[in-house]
């Protein structure tokens, strides 16, 4: 065979391999949608945003206060994100501060517990985070990392408020903003 005829011999065999990879993807996704499983995949690193917001209603009373958390999906693609968001306090410069997560019913709110949230591309998901700030174990904390997904991927928004012995309570993720009832 000359090297014309295993360079053609060699991008038949590349192509019938690529399309059988593809159909097998095509296969596979077809059989994931068909047993239930999320039609939409995991969101990617650096297409969810974080922020904070009041959300138009305040969360303040008998040394607890809270804000809800805010993940945007900033890409083109419809993705999901599912169970509770990972977070660490920062203090000035950066800084790492003890912190410890509660998973769960807040002061404030019900916990819908962890689910599945499809999230279309510039729509968002909420959680509630609550603490407290009367102690004689209050750390300043200047900033909070919140990874949307619990990964190494995440947000630092600013916070700058005092919490006790770095311990934040925080309900899972949700279409709807978390509420009491």
Not at 137 to 155: C, D, M
């Amino acid at each position: 065979m000359t090297i014309r005829g295993l360079r053609t011999a060699a991008t038949v065999t590349a192509a019938v391999a690529l399309a059988a990879g593809a159909s097998a993807g095509i296969a596979s996704a077809a059989g994931a949608a068909g047993t239930g499983a999320a039609a939409a995949g995991s969101c990617a690193p650096g297409t969810l945003k974080v922020t904070t917001t009041d959300a138009g209603s305040s969360q303040a009373g008998m040394s607890h206060s809270g804000t809800y958390l805010k993940v945007t999906n900033s890409g083109r693609s419809t993705c999901a994100i599912n169970g509770y968001p990972g977070l660490a306090l920062e203090g000035a410069g950066h800084t790492a501060l003890k912190t410890t997560a509660h998973h769960g019913d807040t002061y404030f709110a019900k916990d819908p517990g962890a689910h599945q949230v499809t999230l279309k591309p510039g729509k968002s998901a909420f959680a509630d985070l609550v603490w407290t700030h009367a102690g004689p174990s209050s750390a300043q904390a200047k900033y909070l990392q919140v990874s949307p997904t619990g990964s190494n991927s995440h947000s630092v928004v600013p916070f700058d408020t005092l919490v006790d012995g770095g311990a934040l309570s925080v309900t899972a993720w949700s279409a709807k903003l978390p509420s009491a009832s």
